[in-house]
């Protein structure tokens, strides 16, 4: 994603349930499309998704079909 894509009228969301909320990513919904980004790199680039890939994507995650242990 472009840094234009992701200008300052963007709103950023971190998990509350992040920790110390420096450590974790960022959520954003910018034109139509979810996008990520590290907060501890916020100028960095930004991963895409459609909104249902990102949606069963989390489900996944909630669900613990991803979990390594």
């Known amino acids: 994603?472009?840094?234009s894509a992701t200008s300052a009228v963007t709103r950023w969301r971190k998990s509350s349930r992040s920790?110390?909320?420096d450590n974790c990513v960022e959520v954003a919904s910018v034109a139509e499309v979810a996008a990520v980004r590290d907060s501890k790199n916020?100028?960095?680039p930004a991963l895409v998704f459609a909104?249902?890939?990102?949606t069963a994507f989390v489900?996944?995650?909630k669900?613990?079909?991803l979990d390594l242990s």
Do not use: L, T
């Open 63 to 65: 669900a613990g079909r």
């Open 51 to 54: 909104p249902a890939a990102f």
């Open 19 to 21: 920790p110390n909320n």
């Open 1 to 3: 994603m472009r840094e």
């Open 42 to 44: 916020p100028a960095g």
């Open 59 to 61: 489900d996944s995650v």
